[in-house]
């Protein structure tokens, strides 16, 4: 079974900095495209960004391309999301999560097998 858990969630200033963390256990990490989404009070679960099984490719939301950074180590099973310079509207639950499809199909939440259960990020203006 595989379980994804998630960290480093909490308040943040905005401008600031913070970074999450999602280990996975029960599979083999390296096979699964890697992927955050998030989602507001009251709106729908949206994509974040998403890396390869290699971690050599990665896909960006519009919204938190040059802020946002994903990154990946393989032989801790973690995948990280580093938030810089975040702004109140990144306030959410942010969920990793699992796709065993491939990259093609990263920014389908449908696509993914596996989720974490998530971490609030607070943005405070």
């Known amino acids: 079974q595989v379980q994804l858990v998630e960290s480093g969630g909490g308040l943040v200033e905005a401008g600031g900095s913070l970074r999450l963390s999602c280990t996975v256990s029960g599979r083999t990490f390296s096979s699964y495209v890697m992927g955050w989404f998030r989602q507001a009070r009251g709106k729908d679960r949206e994509f974040v960004t998403a890396i390869s099984r290699g971690g050599g490719s990665s896909l960006y939301a519009d919204a938190v391309r040059s802020r946002f950074t994903i990154s990946r180590d393989n032989a801790k099973s973690t995948v990280y999301l580093q938030m810089n310079g975040p702004k109140p509207e990144d306030t959410a639950v942010y969920y990793c999560?699992?796709?065993?499809?491939?990259?093609?199909?990263?920014?389908?939440?449908?696509?993914?097998?596996?989720w974490g259960q998530g971490t609030q990020v607070t943005v405070s203006s």
């Open positions: 999560a699992a796709n065993y499809y491939g990259m093609e199909s990263a920014t389908q939440p449908d696509k993914y097998d596996y």
